[in-house]
């Protein structure tokens, strides 16, 4: 798509899918999501009451909002089962019979219903839900639909949104973000990117991610593992904006897996030098 002499970035010219009823389907999603929020968060002073929340086998936390927002696009998935024409492998963060599963399966929605629980917790707004419906796990395939959204703030970013790609960057003053549980452990401590750029710690991954696709940031670099739900939409939605992903120095061509190991970068090609 052309507007004068722009070239406009458009994922809905490469959709096999119907743009009106994609966008229909996520505003749908985003109404239930806020109205789950709403529900849980209806009495500011006495949320942490009003929110329940417990540990996993894994020790990590999780709370009645995950769970709902699981519940909800698992239920959707089945009932309404096909977007253009095809079955979706469902793989939640919370949906344990899918993590059993030695394999994905694709076509796939990959969901993580609020990726930053901790955040989420204690009502800081740096958390994200993170969906990703995949035909392919490949990062190349321009029919990957992503969607990230922040119920605190509004921020909100999917993949037919229209955008014009920049056609130069600053060379200098970059920016990063990184995790803040990972800065409170020091592991930053000795990272020599930081005589090269400014890092900033945010809350989880996916709303690190959905930043750097907006174009708020120049990097995100994490020295944790990461799993699927954690990152796939944020890495799809950075792929379609010219970012790459980068898993232990080497780049990351497809989302086949469950599990990825640090260090983990994503940015543009020519910032790789930065982590050199």
Request: aromatic letters at 12%; one cysteine or more.
């Amino acid at each position: 798509m052309s507007i004068g002499t722009y070239k406009i970035a458009s994922w809905c010219d490469q959709c096999p899918y119907d743009v009106s009823i994609m966008k229909a389907q996520q505003l749908q999603w985003q109404k239930k999501v806020l109205e789950i929020f709403h529900k849980n968060f209806s009495s500011p002073n006495d949320y942490k009451r009003q929110l329940q929340t417990n540990r996993k086998q894994d020790n990590t936390l999780v709370t009645s909002i995950d769970l709902e927002i699981s519940k909800m696009f698992e239920e959707d998935c089945s009932n309404n089962s096909s977007f253009n024409g095809k079955n979706y492998f469902f793989l939640s963060e919370e949906n344990f019979s899918a993590l059993s599963a030695k394999q994905i399966n694709f076509p796939a929605l990959i969901l993580d219903p609020i990726d930053g629980t901790r955040e989420l917790a204690e009502g800081i707004p740096e958390c994200a839900l993170s969906c990703a419906i995949l035909n392919t796990p490949e990062l190349a395939d321009k029919s990957a639909w992503a969607w990230i959204f922040n119920p605190f703030t509004g921020f909100n970013l999917s993949s037919e949104e229209l955008f014009c790609p920049p056609i130069k960057h600053f060379e200098h003053d970059f920016l990063g973000l990184v995790s803040r549980s990972e800065w409170q452990k020091g592991l930053f401590d000795r990272c020599k990117i930081k005589e090269r750029a400014t890092l900033s710690p945010r809350g989880s991954i996916a709303f690190k991610l959905g930043l750097l696709a907006a174009g708020s940031a120049d990097f995100v670099l994490s020295y944790q593992p990461k799993k699927l739900w954690d990152i796939a939409a944020g890495t799809f939605l950075c792929t379609q904006r010219g970012i790459s992903f980068y898993e232990q120095g080497v780049r990351v061509h497809s989302l086949d897996r469950l599990h990825y190991s640090p260090p983990l970068v994503w940015c543009r090609e020519d910032l790789l030098y930065l982590f050199d």
